[in-house]
């Protein structure tokens, strides 16, 4: 496969591995995203789960996992500030594995529903993988076409548990120990009464107090994160 027939490639943020990922009780959907991504396991997954359970760090962490097993993967996100156009899946097919994250935003587009529905069928003709993110299960999506509907459920389908306060620690706790920054359980009691049940909020602070404690040289402790958080605010007002 040429280079110049391959579709330009959306970044993979180097911590979304499965090594930064806090399983909890995930682990039945851990273990069959593990195997699809090297290729051994279901040929389609579709997992599902509220806002904040992973599912983009997992989607990542699948192509990433695929890429060190010399597969051919691909990452394609279709929310955001600059959502791609339906042109983007000519040429998926030929990938060891495409994993598309939050499938629900193609629905109600008759474009993009009608070229995902051209794309599913000529990647399953080539024995590939493929891996569907949403916040619900594939029987409740608002898909028109009723051919594609059905094939979003042909595979097995897995819900991403959601974390209790104290698992959402644990898992800030576990991406921060990749990163090179320890969490002590003072810092970790003060995060969970301020933060815990806000998942957005501590992914969002993670880089900032990387960052902080790299240009300051020091330990994370709780004065000096209510210093970091301080100026976070001042910064935001």
């Known amino acids: 496969m040429s280079t110049q027939q391959l579709p ?12 930064s990922f806090y399983t909890g009780n995930n682990q039945e959907a851990i273990a069959a995203l593990t195997a699809t991504a ?3 396991g279901e040929r389609q997954l579709f997992i599902w789960g509220a806002a904040g359970t992973g599912k983009t760090h997992l989607l990542q962490a699948c192509c990433q996992l695929a890429h060190q097993q010399q597969l051919n993967a691909f990452y394609l ?3 955001g500030i600059n959502p791609p156009k339906p042109e983007i899946l000519e ?4 990938f060891d594995l495409v994993c598309i994250d939050d499938i629900a935003d193609c629905a109600n587009h008759s474009e993009w529903e009608q070229a995902l529905f051209n ?10 993988h493929l891996i ?20 979003m459920s042909w595979g097995l389908t897995l819900k991403l ?4 306060d104290a698992d959402c620690i ?9 990163l090179g920054l320890a969490i002590s359980p003072q810092v970790g009691r003060f995060l969970s009464k301020h933060y815990a049940r806000d998942l957005a909020a501590l992914w969002d602070l993670l880089p900032k107090l990387e960052q902080a404690t790299l240009v300051a040289k020091r330990k994370l402790t709780v004065p000096f994160l209510k210093e970091v958080l301080l100026q976070k605010n001042d910064a935001n007002e």
């Open 8 to 19: 330009l490639q959306f970044e993979l943020a180097a911590e979304q591995s499965f090594s």
């Open 38 to 40: 090297m290729g051994t």
């Open 77 to 79: 996100p279709l929310s």
């Open 91 to 94: 040429g998926l097919d030929k």
């Open 119 to 128: 794309f599913y069928n000529r990647h399953r003709d080539n024995d590939h």
């Open 132 to 151: 569907l993110s949403a916040h619900c299960p594939p029987h409740l999506l608002p898909i028109q076409l009723p051919d594609l509907k059905t094939r």
């Open 161 to 164: 548990q959601e974390l209790t």
């Open 170 to 178: 644990a898992a800030f706790t576990c991406k921060a120990k990749y």
